[in-house]
């Protein structure tokens, strides 16, 4: 039996999904896709062949993909976006003391006509909220480390899975923000 889960990219090298490895062995078998990365030490056998075991595979021809999922922040992608660190001080989650926490923090609070949307919302740590309260940056003279913006749709689904350290290369670059 066949398990584990192989990257889809697009012909343009953006991701796309994770499929069962069985499933990316038929595409690249049926001349749809091409085999990008595989595991180094693992191999799929049948009968009378021996094929590599796909960790990437991109399509042959582009299809096209929903750009952008919009309007719903959730904290793990928003954290996830900001890499899980402080946009005021700048820790990372593994260097917070004792009783902090990553929290959702309004660039413009919401009681002075802020939204919750992903160009107003950014990772802070609990002290860092606290400490800016319900004031504008210039206010508590507190301006995050990156401006906030909306991550591509199929990334955000992408990094709420568990990825293989190769896959995650292939993933990453698309974090960034969509022009």
Known sequence: MIVGKTLILN????????????????LVLKEKAEVIEEHVEKRIRSEKREYPYPLVIRLI??????????????????????????QYCGRHKSEFRKGEYLT????????KGGT???DNVTTACSACNYLKGNRLPYEAK???KATPF???YIV???L????????????????????
Not at 160 to 179: A, G, T
Request: proline residues 10%; positive net charge; contains cysteine.
């Open 156 to 158: 955000l689904v992408l």
């Open 11 to 26: 012909a343009s090298a953006e991701p796309l999904t994770f499929v069962p490895v069985r499933r990316a062995i038929i």
């Open 160 to 179: 709420e899975q568990s990825v293989d350290p190769v896959q995650r290369r292939y993933i990453e670059p698309f974090l960034k923000r969509v022009h």
């Open 104 to 111: 959702r923090e309004h660039v413009k609070p919401l009681c």
């Open 150 to 152: 909306e991550p591509r």
């Open 61 to 86: 021809k582009y299809v096209e993909i929903p750009r952008r999922l919009r309007g719903i922040v959730t904290n793990s992608i928003l954290f996830a976006r900001d890499h899980y660190a402080c």
């Open 116 to 118: 919750d949307t992903w």
């Open 142 to 144: 507190m301006y995050p």
